[in-house]
């Protein structure tokens, strides 16, 4: 990894994860900084061009806003003047649409906006199990959060403190800045949130079926010593129906070692 990448603002998972072992002066993987961000200590950054839509109360507005202070907001499009959107950062919070749960950004002065696929007019959604989901290789790491982390890593602090996950969206207002995260909203409570979701999303159909595919080919006699990045392409050319992204296994994969260590168990890698 160039010692230039300092001067770029954003940089693959890849890139990040070359940059933090050089940093730390230790291996670091793609499966290790998902983790990372899984356990609320990195923001991700996803690039792209959404539609920004303001959102305003489907409940009475006394109603709204008691559920509001407790992180849930439930919503309608409005008839506003519709944004441009360019990015924006996971973790994030929820709104609620009828029954579907839209991924949420906040303005400063507590607007809130959904994201809308320009093309086909679709709604972003919280959830990380979907087939629309964008792979590992789509998302981004902002530079100087990897610095920031190597810098935890690296102090001789065993309770280091919780990172702001709060970040500003880049959208084509003017005079209002858009965050994934209202700006009072306290460090804790966005490593919860972020936690909350990771352990929600990766439920089933998706984590049993890829633990299915990965029993049956573990079982396999013939089968070669395998990396976890075999094991993931031989899941998705084997399962292609079931729509398993690279993503959702990484993150799977994530979950399973995350709670191996937290029992003092080593997780088993293929050489």
């Known amino acids: 990894m160039s010692k230039l990448s300092k001067f770029r603002s954003h940089i693959r998972?890849?890139?990040a994860a070359a940059l933090l072992s050089r940093l730390i002066d230790e291996p670091v993987s793609i499966d290790q900084l998902v983790s990372l961000h899984e356990l609320g200590w990195l923001p991700v950054f996803r690039p792209g061009l959404f539609e920004l839509v303001k959102l305003t109360p489907a409940i009475p507005e006394d109603e709204y806003l008691e559920h509001a202070r407790d992180g849930r907001y439930f919503v309608k499009p409005s008839d506003e003047g519709i944004q441009l959107c360019f990015g924006f950062y996971y973790p994030y919070t929820e709104a609620y649409a009828g029954?579907?749960?839209?991924?949420?950004?906040?303005?400063?002065g507590g607007q809130i906006y959904a994201l809308r696929e320009p093309n086909t007019q679709e709604y972003l959604l919280a959830t990380q199990s979907k087939e629309s989901d964008p792979e590992i290789e789509q998302l981004l790491i902002a530079t100087k959060d990897i610095y920031d982390i190597a810098e935890i890593a690296n102090s001789s602090n065993?309770?280091?403190?919780?990172?702001?996950?709060?970040?500003?969206?880049?959208?084509?207002?003017?005079?209002?800045d858009i965050f994934n995260f209202l700006p009072d909203t306290s460090v804790e409570k966005q490593a919860h949130t972020q936690q909350g979701r990771h352990i929600e999303d990766n439920q089933p159909p998706a984590f049993l079926l890829a633990i299915s595919a990965l029993l049956e080919l573990c079982l396999d006699i013939n089968s070669r010593r395998r990396t976890q990045e075999l094991v993931i392409s031989e899941i998705r050319d084997k399962y292609p129906d079931w729509k398993l992204s690279q993503s959702t296994l990484q993150k799977i994969f994530a979950t399973a070692n995350s709670a191996a260590r937290a029992q003092g168990i080593p997780p088993k890698r293929a050489k």
């Open 13 to 15: 998972f890849d890139e």
């Open 99 to 108: 029954p579907k749960r839209l991924i949420a950004l906040h303005g400063q």
């Open 158 to 176: 065993i309770e280091p403190p919780r990172p702001c996950l709060s970040r500003k969206a880049e959208c084509t207002y003017s005079d209002i």
